[in-house]
């Protein structure tokens, strides 16, 4: 059995890994190469309506927006 400080420290980390603002596979294909598209900033969402996130091709540099 863990202890409660070690459940804490590792329940930290996977809170720290999922707060992260680096460049994340979002599982959709770019339109121009179909390589993966990554959210650019997952954790910002553009507040328009519908709210849309940005998103980039890291192998042909395609930029664009997804719907959240």
Known sequence: MKTLLEH???RRQQHASL???E???NGIACPN???ELLDSS???TLTSN???KNIH???CEYVG???A
């Open 8 to 10: 804490n420290e590792l």
């Open 19 to 21: 707060n992260s603002n």
């Open 23 to 25: 460049p994340r596979r």
């Open 33 to 35: 190469c179909g390589n």
């Open 42 to 44: 997952p954790m910002f």
């Open 50 to 52: 519908p709210p849309q």
């Open 57 to 59: 091709c890291a192998n």
């Open 65 to 67: 927006y997804r719907v």
